[in-house]
């Protein structure tokens, strides 16, 4: 019998059984320009503050984020195995930060963003959401809180 072996080590956590244990069904298309339907992309506005940030759709592959007045915080619950996000800072209507806070994160607790037109594309490993995608310094795109 072969063992699953990988970067992180042998054989696969039960966060990642679990994860494989059911189909994803998100109702988007690789187009991604918006005709297909409502399900194609979302638009959200974020939330005021952590505790009552927004909710990113896990059925949709990619979210754009208005950030206006103290409408800044989104939140990504975990999602199944090999499951890719794609999340951009669509529009910053006078100095409001994007304030992402991922269920569990890999390279930190948070990622932010300070201006509009910007991108992450992020991948769950079966544990943690993982950037894949996207420039993170500090004087990038994303700066990432750890």
Do not use: C
């Amino acid at each position: 019998m072969a063992i699953l072996t990988s970067g992180y080590g042998t054989g696969l956590t039960d966060k990642q059984k679990k994860a494989l244990s059911f189909a994803v069904h998100p109702s988007v298309s690789d187009s991604q320009d918006g005709s297909v339907g409502i399900n194609d992309i979302e638009t959200v506005f974020g939330g005021a503050d952590a505790n009552n940030a927004t909710a990113l759709s896990l059925d949709v592959t990619t979210s754009l984020i208005i950030t206006a007045s103290s409408k800044t915080h989104v939140s990504l619950a975990d999602g199944v195995l090999g499951q890719v996000k794609r999340i951009i800072h669509q529009t910053r209507i006078p100095n409001h930060d994007l304030v992402i806070t991922p269920v569990n994160f890999a390279a930190g607790t948070k990622i932010t963003s300070d201006s509009h037109r910007r991108s992450i594309t992020l991948m769950y490993d079966g544990d943690n959401w993982q950037v894949i995608a996207g420039e993170l310094t500090d004087e990038a795109e994303f700066e990432i809180d750890a």
